[in-house]
């Protein structure tokens, strides 16, 4: 089962931290039995719960780490004796079994949670690059040139199939952002696009992929573009002034 596979992975990345957590449990389980059999020799609680340093032990272990109870009998028994012995004893369960224990519990789901994200990226990855190497055999069927490129013309004549839809629905690409900015990246790449830049602006509009700096320094180059095209225009036009020129600079 996968779910099972899952789990096991998990336990084994983490078996280093819980060994690492077990240790530190049976230690602080060690004191606090040297602790409580030095405090509590004499009394009633301590002959018959902590007569010496392993049965203290076993004590700590069961009756305030590992139990359900979390230690509530032991602590009334002490409370009988001093409400310092009880005390101290919630001390310990909370050391123990609240803090250590969480931790461990923790550490477990933790783990497990990462590897199964981990498992659902690797078969997403998977999927992706199947649905990238049908989209490029897709748009090859479209290369009217046989060049291995592919062009504006060629690009528009593809997005207007439903089969080309499909697959970018399946890629979670928006298709309305893809159609609008294709002129431009077309233009980036002097017309041509190839394969692995034809992929670079699919993916770049996936819809889980978020804005980095590369995108607002292309958005940046791609409006002095168009100032500086249309200056030129300006210019070509024989226009006495330049409103343009001062807005260009500081872009």
């Known amino acids: 089962l996968p779910e099972l596979m899952v789990i096991i992975r998990g336990l084994g990345i983490a078996i280093r931290a819980i060994v690492i957590v077990l240790m530190l449990l049976t230690a602080i389980i060690y004191v606090g039995a040297i602790v409580f059999r030095g405090i509590l020799d004499g009394t009633v609680i301590g002959k018959k719960r902590f007569p010496n340093v392993p049965n203290a032990m076993g004590t700590l272990m069961l009756d305030c780490t590992l139990s359900g109870a979390r230690g509530t009998p032991l602590i009334r028994e002490a409370y009988n004796e001093n409400f310092i012995y009880a005390g101290m004893v919630l001390a310990f369960v909370l050391l123990s079994n609240v803090t250590m224990m969480g931790v461990l519990a923790g550490l477990l789901v933790q783990t497990v949670k990462t590897v199964a994200e981990t498992e659902k990226e690797a078969k997403t ?88 700096v590369k995108d607002h320094m292309e958005s940046r180059k791609h409006l002095h573009a168009e100032l500086k095209s249309l200056r030129s225009q300006l210019k070509s036009d024989d226009f006495a002034t330049d409103p343009f020129g001062q807005l260009t600079d500081e872009v």
């Open 125 to 212: 990855l998977k999927d992706l690059i199947s649905h990238m190497d049908a989209l490029w055999a897709w748009a090859l069927k479209h290369d009217d040139d046989e060049s291995g490129t592919i062009d504006e013309l060629e690009f528009r004549s593809m997005i207007g199939f439903k089969e080309t839809a499909k697959i970018l629905r399946r890629m979670n690409v928006d298709v309305e952002g893809l159609v609008s900015v294709a002129s431009f990246v077309f233009q980036q790449h002097e017309g041509k696009l190839d394969k692995k830049n034809f992929m670079n602006m699919v993916l770049d509009l996936r819809g889980s992929q978020k804005a980095t």
